[in-house]
Protein backbone atom coordinates (compact mmCIF):
# COMPACT_ATOMS: atom_id res chain seq x y z
CA UNK A 1 0.00 0.00 0.00
CA UNK A 2 1.61 3.61 -0.89
CA UNK A 3 1.80 5.60 2.23
CA UNK A 4 2.48 9.61 2.14
CA UNK A 5 3.23 11.17 5.67
CA UNK A 6 1.97 14.81 6.66
CA UNK A 7 3.59 16.52 9.39
CA UNK A 8 3.66 20.27 10.46
CA UNK A 9 4.88 22.39 13.49
CA UNK A 10 2.98 25.54 14.14
CA UNK A 11 5.68 28.45 15.17
CA UNK A 12 8.94 29.64 14.71
CA UNK A 13 9.55 28.73 18.55
CA UNK A 14 9.27 24.87 18.12
CA UNK A 15 12.52 23.13 16.97
CA UNK A 16 13.00 22.34 13.39
CA UNK A 17 13.50 18.56 14.45
CA UNK A 18 10.09 18.43 15.91
CA UNK A 19 9.33 17.65 11.86
CA UNK A 20 12.27 14.92 11.76
CA UNK A 21 11.03 13.25 15.01
CA UNK A 22 7.06 13.03 13.52
CA UNK A 23 8.14 11.56 10.50
CA UNK A 24 10.22 9.32 11.86
CA UNK A 25 7.39 7.96 14.00
CA UNK A 26 5.21 7.63 11.22
CA UNK A 27 7.63 6.07 9.32
CA UNK A 28 8.33 3.33 12.19
CA UNK A 29 4.30 2.62 11.89
CA UNK A 30 4.35 2.43 8.20
CA UNK A 31 7.19 -0.52 8.56
CA UNK A 32 5.00 -1.88 11.17
CA UNK A 33 2.12 -2.23 8.72
CA UNK A 34 4.01 -3.08 5.78
CA UNK A 35 3.39 0.27 3.91
CA UNK A 36 5.79 2.10 1.06
CA UNK A 37 6.08 5.31 1.98
CA UNK A 38 5.81 7.38 -1.30
CA UNK A 39 6.53 11.39 0.06
CA UNK A 40 6.44 13.04 2.74
CA UNK A 41 4.54 16.59 3.15
CA UNK A 42 5.81 18.92 5.64
CA UNK A 43 4.46 22.65 6.73
CA UNK A 44 6.85 24.17 9.13
CA UNK A 45 6.33 27.21 11.43
CA UNK A 46 2.20 27.24 10.10
CA UNK A 47 -0.51 27.51 12.29
CA UNK A 48 -3.32 24.61 11.50
CA UNK A 49 -5.59 26.94 12.15
CA UNK A 50 -6.16 27.61 8.04
CA UNK A 51 -5.14 25.00 5.33
CA UNK A 52 -4.71 27.86 2.15
CA UNK A 53 -1.30 29.07 3.96
CA UNK A 54 0.17 25.66 3.82
CA UNK A 55 2.00 24.76 0.49
CA UNK A 56 2.44 21.01 1.35
CA UNK A 57 -0.79 20.64 2.80
CA UNK A 58 -2.08 22.02 -0.42
CA UNK A 59 0.12 19.80 -2.91
CA UNK A 60 -0.97 16.22 -0.90
CA UNK A 61 -4.68 17.45 -1.67
CA UNK A 62 -3.55 18.03 -5.22
CA UNK A 63 -1.81 14.68 -4.97
CA UNK A 64 -4.48 12.84 -3.85
CA UNK A 65 -6.67 13.70 -6.53
CA UNK A 66 -4.68 12.25 -9.07
CA UNK A 67 -3.92 8.43 -7.21
CA UNK A 68 -0.50 8.94 -5.95
CA UNK A 69 -0.98 7.16 -2.76
CA UNK A 70 -4.03 5.03 -0.70
CA UNK A 71 -3.06 6.36 2.88
CA UNK A 72 -2.19 9.31 5.08
CA UNK A 73 0.05 9.06 7.89
CA UNK A 74 0.06 11.66 10.26
CA UNK A 75 1.18 11.90 14.17
CA UNK A 76 -2.68 12.87 15.11
CA UNK A 77 -5.36 14.28 13.22
CA UNK A 78 -4.85 17.99 14.63
CA UNK A 79 -1.39 18.11 12.89
CA UNK A 80 -3.24 18.00 9.82
CA UNK A 81 -6.29 20.62 10.62
CA UNK A 82 -7.15 21.66 14.39
CA UNK A 83 -10.20 23.82 12.17
CA UNK A 84 -13.19 21.89 12.22
CA UNK A 85 -14.76 22.49 9.15
CA UNK A 86 -11.55 21.75 7.39
CA UNK A 87 -10.53 18.67 9.07
CA UNK A 88 -14.59 17.17 7.98
CA UNK A 89 -13.96 18.51 4.36
CA UNK A 90 -10.38 16.68 4.30
CA UNK A 91 -12.00 13.11 5.58
CA UNK A 92 -14.75 13.08 3.26
CA UNK A 93 -12.43 14.04 0.11
CA UNK A 94 -10.22 11.10 1.19
CA UNK A 95 -12.79 9.05 1.81
CA UNK A 96 -14.82 9.77 -1.62
CA UNK A 97 -11.09 8.84 -2.96
CA UNK A 98 -10.72 5.94 -1.65
CA UNK A 99 -8.20 6.95 0.39
CA UNK A 100 -7.38 5.80 4.21
CA UNK A 101 -6.65 8.59 6.37
CA UNK A 102 -4.38 6.92 9.31
CA UNK A 103 -2.90 8.89 12.65
CA UNK A 104 -0.26 7.00 15.22
CA UNK A 105 -2.65 8.71 18.22
CA UNK A 106 -6.13 8.08 16.75
CA UNK A 107 -5.67 4.90 14.69
CA UNK A 108 -7.53 4.99 11.64
CA UNK A 109 -9.48 7.56 11.34
CA UNK A 110 -13.48 7.36 11.10
CA UNK A 111 -16.56 9.72 11.38
CA UNK A 112 -16.39 9.55 15.38
CA UNK A 113 -12.89 11.26 15.27
CA UNK A 114 -13.76 13.75 12.47
CA UNK A 115 -16.71 14.78 15.37
CA UNK A 116 -14.97 14.73 18.58
CA UNK A 117 -11.59 15.75 17.71
CA UNK A 118 -12.92 17.92 15.23
CA UNK A 119 -15.06 19.75 17.96
CA UNK A 120 -12.24 19.40 20.69
CA UNK A 121 -9.86 20.75 18.18
CA UNK A 122 -12.25 23.81 17.47
CA UNK A 123 -12.75 24.63 21.51
CA UNK A 124 -8.60 24.77 21.23
CA UNK A 125 -8.18 27.42 19.04
CA UNK A 126 -10.51 29.60 20.67
CA UNK A 127 -9.21 28.89 23.79
CA UNK A 128 -5.74 30.02 22.12
CA UNK A 129 -7.15 33.28 20.46
CA UNK A 130 -8.75 34.29 23.86
CA UNK A 131 -5.03 34.01 25.79
CA UNK A 132 -3.37 35.31 22.71
CA UNK A 133 -5.51 38.47 22.76
CA UNK A 134 -5.17 39.02 26.45
CA UNK A 135 -1.09 38.51 26.34
CA UNK A 136 -0.81 41.25 23.49
CA UNK A 137 -3.70 43.19 25.47
CA UNK A 138 -1.07 43.07 28.36
CA UNK A 139 2.05 43.90 26.38
CA UNK A 140 0.44 47.18 25.11
CA UNK A 141 -0.65 48.30 28.47
CA UNK A 142 3.08 48.21 29.52
CA UNK A 143 4.05 50.22 26.84
CA UNK A 144 5.48 47.71 24.04
CA UNK A 145 4.74 46.66 20.59
CA UNK A 146 1.58 43.99 20.26
CA UNK A 147 3.45 42.61 17.37
CA UNK A 148 4.71 43.48 14.23
CA UNK A 149 7.56 45.83 12.95
CA UNK A 150 6.75 49.37 11.60
CA UNK A 151 9.18 50.81 9.10
CA UNK A 152 11.50 52.39 11.35
CA UNK A 153 12.26 50.22 14.38
CA UNK A 154 13.72 46.93 14.93
CA UNK A 155 12.92 44.09 17.29
CA UNK A 156 14.67 44.50 20.45
CA UNK A 157 15.14 41.19 22.74
CA UNK A 158 16.33 41.24 26.48
CA UNK A 159 17.37 39.62 28.56
CA UNK A 160 13.92 38.24 31.53
CA UNK A 161 14.52 37.13 35.02
CA UNK A 162 13.17 33.44 34.04
CA UNK A 163 15.95 33.16 31.21
CA UNK A 164 13.94 33.55 28.37
CA UNK A 165 13.98 37.24 26.54
CA UNK A 166 11.28 39.87 26.73
CA UNK A 167 8.68 40.48 23.94
CA UNK A 168 7.57 43.82 22.56
CA UNK A 169 10.77 45.81 22.61
CA UNK A 170 11.37 47.91 19.74
CA UNK A 171 14.53 50.08 18.85
CA UNK A 172 14.54 53.02 16.77
CA UNK A 173 16.71 51.95 13.60
CA UNK A 174 18.17 56.05 13.16
CA UNK A 175 18.64 55.44 9.01
CA UNK A 176 14.59 54.77 8.89
CA UNK A 177 13.58 57.01 10.78
CA UNK A 178 15.12 60.05 9.46
CA UNK A 179 13.23 58.84 6.17
CA UNK A 180 9.69 58.37 8.36
CA UNK A 181 10.95 62.12 10.31
CA UNK A 182 11.04 63.44 6.48
CA UNK A 183 8.11 62.21 5.50
CA UNK A 184 5.93 64.14 8.18
CA UNK A 185 8.03 67.21 8.24
CA UNK A 186 7.32 67.76 4.20
CA UNK A 187 3.86 67.12 4.93
CA UNK A 188 3.68 69.44 7.35
CA UNK A 189 4.55 72.26 5.33
CA UNK A 190 1.82 71.23 2.81
CA UNK A 191 3.21 68.80 0.45
CA UNK A 192 0.99 65.67 -0.39
CA UNK A 193 2.19 61.99 -0.19
CA UNK A 194 1.72 62.37 -3.97
CA UNK A 195 3.83 64.87 -4.42
CA UNK A 196 6.56 63.55 -1.88
CA UNK A 197 7.00 60.60 -3.93
CA UNK A 198 9.98 60.16 -6.69
CA UNK A 199 10.85 63.34 -5.49
CA UNK A 200 13.39 64.24 -2.47
CA UNK A 201 12.00 61.79 -0.42
CA UNK A 202 13.09 58.80 -2.82
CA UNK A 203 16.24 60.05 -2.93
CA UNK A 204 17.66 56.12 -3.23
CA UNK A 205 16.13 52.78 -3.48
CA UNK A 206 16.20 52.07 -0.03
CA UNK A 207 14.03 55.36 0.51
CA UNK A 208 11.33 54.10 -1.74
CA UNK A 209 11.45 51.07 0.48
CA UNK A 210 9.47 53.29 3.37
CA UNK A 211 6.20 53.22 1.19
CA UNK A 212 5.01 57.13 2.13
CA UNK A 213 1.46 55.22 1.31
CA UNK A 214 2.21 53.16 3.97
CA UNK A 215 2.31 55.65 6.42
CA UNK A 216 -0.61 57.55 4.80
CA UNK A 217 -2.51 54.17 5.64
CA UNK A 218 -1.69 54.00 9.26
CA UNK A 219 -3.25 57.09 10.07
CA UNK A 220 0.04 58.74 10.84
CA UNK A 221 -0.73 61.79 8.37
CA UNK A 222 -4.01 64.03 8.77
CA UNK A 223 -4.83 67.09 6.66
CA UNK A 224 -6.73 69.85 8.83
CA UNK A 225 -5.00 68.74 12.29
CA UNK A 226 -1.63 68.56 13.62
CA UNK A 227 1.14 66.14 12.31
CA UNK A 228 2.87 64.94 15.50
CA UNK A 229 6.06 62.81 14.40
CA UNK A 230 7.68 61.29 17.49
CA UNK A 231 9.31 58.31 17.64
CA UNK A 232 10.11 56.27 20.59
CA UNK A 233 11.74 53.31 21.87
CA UNK A 234 9.76 50.66 23.66
Not at 60 to 89: G, H, N, P, Y
Not at 98 to 110: P, S, W
Not at 185 to 214: L, V, Y
Request: proline residues 1%; positive net charge.
Amino acid sequence: MRAVIYARYSFDGQSEASIEDRVRNCRQLCEQKGWEVAEVYADRAITGATSLLRPAYQKLMADARVDRFDVVIAEALDRLSREQVTTAALFQQLTFLGIMLFTRAEGEVNELHIGLKGTMNALFLKDLAIKTHRGIEGRVRHGKSGGGRAYGYRVAHQPAEDGNVTRGDREIVEAEAAIVRRIFAEFATGKSPRAMRGTSIARTSRDRAANIGAIRRSGGMRRGGRVSCEMTST
